[in-house]
């Protein structure tokens, strides 16, 4: 088995083998760019090692072949006497995990090659620091040796000799400093420091493979959710040094600007400096600009690579580069990672240079980056003061007092003020100051902590895991880098980016949104050159996705208002009003009534009120959304939420009792509360039970659509309402609501003399409707997945509790790696909804099929309902642009 690969064997598809830096290494090389000559030891050999505890028995012959060939290629041998070649060892696995894992340099030193390394570059003091070099790192990641031992020794050095920094070293200090380290490793560990080139090499080599599954690397992996199993390849890559004086130096350059996706090359270079100390950011470095300057002969050829590279990749590429005495050394290129607002700027950018197709530059966006661009966002141009800085949690911009308690954020809240709660970590007992919360700020935890995961599903801005700050609960006061903030401090936070301001930041609207809501010319009027370019990307692709995409997207939306607002954002109907607001408010005696009357009369005399307001709803929202489906749901939530709370009612039916005040009302609404009392009620009278059991309040219901529909119509528009029936488990059920709800519209057709169609469908939010959906279709015009009730059913996990305890665990375990009420369970819930869908559809063919679960605006959950076959998805207002875009992308 092939184990090893020089760098001219592979290429840039080999990511799995060879590591994102080994392919791209590989592809340079092949592209005939100036790449230092080395190769790659692949992963499989990795995966070998770790799951054999030693390495393949062909890796030794192999790489002794590599490195004869690389010695041929360069002229010189590993670690020879005479103007040696020396090497880098470097991690590279498939997906970049930056500054995980272990890195050694200079490999091949000794202390009979370093005279050799004097003699090569006739300088005596660089080859004697690069030496150092080799035995600290080696000795820290090889060897194991606490990397402060060289530390302390190094500042001796300089104490003794009286100066400040490193390069104020002579080679003589260095070259007493090597013995010293040489020995530190000898006391330490009970070995030498390895002479031999190649055992330095294979030593090198196994410490990163050992690398892997360090413990950081592990939470890096967990966190970012790589798989474990993959391991890393290592790069063994001939030297090239940026610190041999003025002529030689290094950098990082991107061919855009990856932060606002602003063309032109965009860069940092360091003279006589090697690589880490630019990621280091110690010494202030020069621009590209000054590059040019200093040496404009790499610069040119430097800046033809990068154009080279960005047509050849059809990207942003990142690339390390080094100058050693004037010439110039490509380092490392990838595919660069970028802000959101860069990802929709640079994908139409290279539409318009012809480099992709708007096909690919849909593929290049994410749902998940439209929703960070739609977010209010703090001011670019106000002054700002950072804090702190931590993971980027739940995205937005909030402002807001800080409190350090729930009980006080609650409190202020309810006092109108704007808070932030900041704390350690939460846990469930924070949950009502997280609700009152405009923000959250947590020191600990990472992006599946309990604050995380509650955050985001409250959809709440918030930052976890800002680690230099000190939360001091007690006292009432957090600090980081000296900085003091009390009770009552204005903070601000952005949910984006993971950085903490003190002070209020002004918030301003998404300019997208603008678009969304006012227009493109109103948008752009109120923005720089840069956001339009941004504003003016995201039209383009949404337009792009929306002529592409097969799935259908409406809006679940309740009020003309929230109907108004979805069309604005795209959506082509409502796949679901939810009529329970109707119902609260002024309404709820009326409803107290129908609830409590105990004879006929009574209660439909207490319904026949309802008919006229719950008619003007219906209008109101049929005239939004003229000549669109407007799926309007029968009344779902369970009858006690209409009545007042059973433990109050108690105590004041009680308290009556004892001053010999009793009121008969109050008794009777007791009594009818406790009639109506349920453990769980979530699994209780609902939807279409409800229908069934209370005469007259779903016909009410079909009614009022009805009588709205022949308004409309009568008024010149275009009504398009379904009756949608909830909570379905049996195809019985809804043959009884249809016989009572056909005879209404038929009546009111002969009535108003309105020529009315309106479809009658069913949610599937039950697992037994999906497994006889068969059936159910028989009575079904259409169907429509209600995920949230049905993922609840299917799991026995209660939809009101997932801030639970035991679901931040089974996060943090691996039971599942993101929320199933977030993202669909594709093989679980996905499954009866696959069903569900055939043999619905086996019955009635062509029967039109929706989701209207919160799943319905999840990017991974619309990929899947996309290849399902369903019509279309569901979502509120605010995702359904979300929602358009990845039903584009799930085309491509
Ligand atoms: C559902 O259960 O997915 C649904 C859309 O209905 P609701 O959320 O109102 O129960
Ligand atoms: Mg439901």
């Known amino acids: 088995k092939k184990l090893v690969y020089h760098f001219s064997e592979g290429d840039k598809d080999q990511k799995d083998l060879l590591g994102g830096k080994g392919a791209n290494l590989a592809e340079m090389t092949r592209l005939g760019l100036p790449v230092p000559p080395g190769f790659t030891i692949t992963t499989d050999a990795c995966r070998h090692y770790l799951e054999q505890g030693r390495e393949p028995d062909q890796l030794r012959v192999q790489v002794t072949m590599a490195l004869r060939r690389l010695e041929d290629e360069v002229g010189r041998r590993l670690g020879d006497p005479v103007d040696p070649l020396l090497v880098s060892v470097r991690s590279g696995a498939k997906y970049s995990m930056p500054g995980m894992m272990e890195t050694v340099l200079n490999v091949g030193l000794n202390d009979r090659s370093v005279l050799g390394l004097v003699e090569a570059s006739g300088d005596e003091r660089f080859a004697w620091d690069s030496y150092r070099r080799l035995i600290q790192m080696f000795g820290k990641t090889v060897m194991g040796v606490d990397g402060e031992a060289?530390?302390?020794?190094?500042?001796?050095?300089?104490?003794?000799?009286?100066?400040?920094?490193?390069?104020?070293?002579?080679?003589?200090?260095?070259?007493?400093?090597?013995?010293?380290?040489?020995?530190?490793?000898?006391?330490?560990?009970?070995?030498?420091?390895?002479?031999d080139p190649r055992r330095q090499l294979d030593l090198a080599t196994r410490s990163v493979f050992d690398s892997w599954n360090t413990d950081r690397a592990k939470v890096y992996r967990r966190r970012e959710r790589i798989p474990h199993d993959l391991g890393t390849a290592v790069n063994v890559c001939t030297m090239v040094f940026g610190n041999l004086g003025s002529t030689s130096g290094t950098g990082v350059c991107f061919t855009r600007d990856p932060a606002t996706g602003k063309p032109g090359v965009?860069?940092?270079?360091?003279?006589?400096?090697?690589?880490?100390?630019?990621?280091?950011?110690?010494?202030?470095?020069?621009?590209?600009?000054?590059?040019?300057?200093?040496?404009?002969?790499?610069?040119?050829?430097?800046?033809?690579?990068?154009?080279?590279?960005?047509?050849?990749?059809?990207?942003?590429?990142?690339?390390?580069?080094?100058?050693?005495?004037?010439?110039?050394?490509?380092?490392?290129?990838?595919?660069?990672?970028?802000?959101?607002?860069?990802?929709?700027?640079?994908?139409?950018?290279?539409?318009?240079?012809?480099?992709?197709?708007?096909?690919?530059?849909?593929?290049?966006?994410?749902?998940?980056?439209?929703?960070?661009?739609?977010?209010?966002?703090?001011?670019?141009?106000?002054?700002?003061?950072?804090?702190?800085?931590?993971?980027?949690?739940?995205?937005?911009?909030?402002?807001?007092?800080?409190?350090?308690?729930?009980?006080?954020?609650?409190?202020?809240?309810?006092?109108?003020?704007?808070?932030?709660?900041?704390?350690?970590?939460?846990?469930?007992?924070?949950?009502?100051?997280?609700?009152?919360?405009?923000?959250?700020?947590?020191?600990?935890?990472?992006?599946?902590?309990?604050?995380?995961?509650?955050?985001?599903?409250?959809?709440?801005?918030?930052?976890?895991?800002?680690?230099s700050l000190e939360v001091d609960r007690a006292g009432l006061v957090a600090t980081a880098g000296g900085v003091t903030v009390r009770q009552g401090d204005l903070l601000s936070i952005d949910g984006s980016t993971g950085e903490v301001f003190l002070g209020e930041l002004p918030v301003v609207p998404s300019p997208v949104v603008l678009y969304l809501e006012e227009g493109l010319d109103v948008a752009l009027d109120k923005v720089d050159e840069g956001t339009a370019e941004v504003v003016r990307a995201v039209a383009r692709l949404l337009t792009h996705a929306d002529g592409v995409r097969r799935l259908r997207v409406r809006a679940n939306a309740d009020t003309g208002a929230d109907a108004d607002r979805a069309r604005r954002m795209g959506a082509e109907g409502i796949g679901l009003c939810?009529?329970?607001?109707?119902?609260?408010?002024?309404?709820?005696?009326?409803?107290?009534?129908?609830?409590?009357?105990?004879?006929?009369?009574?209660?439909?005399?207490?319904?026949?009120?309802?008919?006229?307001?719950?008619?003007?709803?219906?209008?109101?929202?049929?005239?939004?959304?003229?000549?669109?489906?407007?799926?309007?749901?029968?009344?779902?939530?369970?009858?006690?939420?209409?009545l007042p709370d059973r433990a109050e009612l108690m105590v004041k039916v009680a308290v009556a009792k004892e001053r010999g005040e009793e009121n008969p009302d109050d008794e009777r609404l007791?009594?009818?509360?406790?009639?109506?009392?349920?453990?769980?009620?979530?699994?209780?009278?609902?939807?279409?039970?409800?229908?069934?059991?209370?005469?007259?309040?779903?016909?009410?219901?079909?009614?009022?659509?009805?009588?709205?529909?022949?308004?409309?119509?009568?008024?010149?528009?275009?009504?398009?309402?379904?009756?949608?029936?909830p909570l379905v488990g049996s195809v019985m059920e809804l043959h009884l609501v249809r016989d009572e709800a056909d005879a209404i519209l038929a009546e009111v057709r002969d009535s108003e003399g309105v020529d009315l169609q309106i479809p009658i469908g069913t949610m599937v939010e039950l697992p037994?409707?999906?497994?006889?959906?068969?059936?159910?279709?028989?009575?079904?015009?259409?169907?429509?997945?209600?995920?949230?009730?049905?993922?609840?059913?299917?799991?026995?996990?209660?939809?009101?509790?997932?801030?639970?305890?035991?679901?931040?665990?089974?996060?943090?375990?691996?039971?599942?790696?993101v929320s199933p009420f977030e993202s669909l369970d594709v093989d679980g819930v996905g499954r009866l909804v696959d069903v569900a869908t055939r043999e619905g559809r086996s019955t009635r063919p062509g029967l039109k099929v929706g989701v209207c679960g919160e799943h319905g605006g999840d990017p991974e959950s619309i990929h899947f309902f996309h290849r399902t076959g369903l019509d279309y998805v569901s979502c509120s207002p605010f995702r359904v642009p979300v929602a358009r875009l990845e039903a584009g992308r799930a085309m491509l």
């Not at 999906?770 to 009575?779: G, I, K, P, S, W």
Request: net charge negative; charged share 25%.
């Open 150 to 195: 060289f530390g302390k020794a190094l500042d001796g050095a300089k104490a003794h000799k009286g100066v400040e920094t490193d390069v104020e070293l002579g080679a003589r200090d260095l070259q007493d400093l090597v013995d010293e380290f040489k020995q530190i490793i000898a006391n330490h560990t009970g070995h030498e420091f390895p002479q």
């Open 266 to 467: 965009y860069g940092d270079y360091l003279s006589n400096a090697q690589g880490e100390d630019v990621v280091s950011g110690i010494r202030n470095t020069l621009s590209l600009d000054d590059f040019a300057e200093l040496d404009p002969d790499s610069y040119q050829q430097l800046t033809r690579i990068m154009r080279r590279l960005e047509t050849h990749y059809r990207d942003l590429c990142d690339i390390e580069f080094t100058v050693e005495r004037g010439k110039l050394w490509m380092l490392q290129t990838r595919v660069g990672k970028r802000t959101a607002a860069a990802a929709f700027r640079i994908a139409t950018q290279l539409v318009d240079e012809h480099l992709i197709t708007l096909d690919e530059a849909l593929e290049r966006v994410t749902g998940a980056q439209l929703a960070q661009l739609m977010f209010p966002q703090f001011d670019a141009a106000a002054e700002r003061e950072l804090l702190t800085k931590g993971m980027a949690t739940s995205p937005g911009a909030a402002v807001g007092r800080v409190v350090f308690d729930p009980a006080t954020a609650v409190a202020w809240q309810a006092r109108g003020e704007r808070v932030i709660l900041v704390r350690k970590e939460t846990n469930p007992e924070d949950l009502e100051g997280m609700i009152a919360a405009t923000g959250i700020l947590t020191s600990r935890g990472g992006k599946t902590s309990h604050a995380a995961v509650v955050a985001r599903g409250m959809g709440k801005t918030a930052v976890c895991g800002a680690e």
């Open 670 to 725: 007791l009594a009818a509360v406790e009639r109506l009392h349920e453990s769980n009620p979530m699994l209780g009278l609902r939807g279409v039970r409800l229908g069934l059991t209370v005469p007259g309040l779903f016909a009410l219901q079909v009614r009022a659509v009805a009588r709205a529909a022949a308004l409309r119509v009568k008024a010149g528009g275009d009504p398009r309402p379904e009756i949608m029936v």
């Open 768 to 817: 037994r409707a999906a497994l006889t959906a068969f059936r159910v279709a028989e009575a079904a015009e259409f169907f429509s997945f209600g995920t949230n009730d049905l993922t609840q059913t299917t799991w026995g996990f209660s939809r009101d509790d997932v801030e639970a305890a035991f679901f931040a665990a089974y996060l943090d375990k691996g039971v599942f790696t």
């Open 578 to 642: 939810r009529t329970e607001h109707m119902f609260l408010g002024d309404r709820r005696p009326l409803i107290e009534r129908v609830i409590l009357a105990d004879n006929a009369r009574d209660r439909e005399a207490a319904l026949a009120e309802l008919v006229s307001p719950q008619t003007d709803d219906f209008v109101e929202l049929l005239t939004a959304m003229d000549g669109l489906p407007t799926t309007i749901r029968l009344l779902d939530p369970p009858l006690h939420e209409f």
